[in-house]
């Protein structure tokens, strides 16, 4: 809420644009400092993200598509999960043995970008 009053704010917005930052460049830098998803940014996340992103200006863009990789890696799993449970369903509906799925990605837990 108080990121959405910062990026609606005129005032704010020409501080913000004086610094070339984007309104969508912010709400996205809010989510990358956010890692706990609590939607709230406390200064151990502010610091510890202003490290990760220190250096060239490339690596904003590199953790805009590690945390968007992250999170589709996570609701891909979430979606195969669903998916084979909804077949094994069906199959035991029709009588059928259980699905055996060959999914990489539904193998455990989805790793971590940045760790690979």
């Known amino acids: ?3 959405e009053f910062f990026l609606e704010d005129p005032n704010l917005r020409k501080y913000v644009g004086a610094l ?4 969508e460049d912010a709400r996205m ?8 998803y609590s939607l709230c940014v406390d200064i151990d996340e502010f610091c510890e993200g202003c490290m990760r992103l220190q250096g060239q200006a490339k690596a904003f863009d590199v953790h ?3 945390f968007l990789m992250e ?9 195969t999960e669903y998916v084979e449970e909804g077949f094994g369903n069906i199959n035991g509906l ?6 055996q799925a060959i ?6 837990e989805p790793r971590s970008l940045a760790e690979a």
Do not use: C, H, K, Q
């Open 103 to 108: 999914s990489a990605l539904s193998e455990g």
């Open 94 to 99: 029709l009588g059928l043995p259980e699905l």
């Open 1 to 3: 809420d108080e990121m």
């Open 20 to 23: 070339e930052i984007n309104a």
């Open 64 to 66: 805009v598509m590690i």
């Open 71 to 79: 999170s589709f890696l996570s609701r891909w799993s979430d979606f």
């Open 29 to 36: 830098l809010f989510r990358l400092l956010d890692r706990d």
